[in-house]
């Protein structure tokens, strides 16, 4: 119990913070990713014409 309380405390101190950068980050990679895929489909489509 005793080395959990540190990690808890950090934890708590940075929860707020991380889950807005974890957000912020998990957007910008899920339309890096959607660009990366309509960039592919494009290509595709290119090549099948």
């Known amino acids: 119990m005793k080395n959990e309380n ?3 405390r950090i934890w708590r101190s ?3 913070l991380g889950l807005e950068i ?3 980050f998990a957007i910008k990679l899920w339309k890096y ?3 990366l ?3 592919d489909l ?3 489509t290119r090549i099948k014409k």
Do not use: F, V
């Open 33 to 35: 990713l959607s660009n």
């Open 6 to 8: 540190p990690k808890i």
């Open 14 to 16: 940075l929860g707020i």
């Open 37 to 39: 895929a309509h960039t």
């Open 42 to 44: 494009a290509t595709d």
């Open 22 to 24: 974890y957000l912020i």
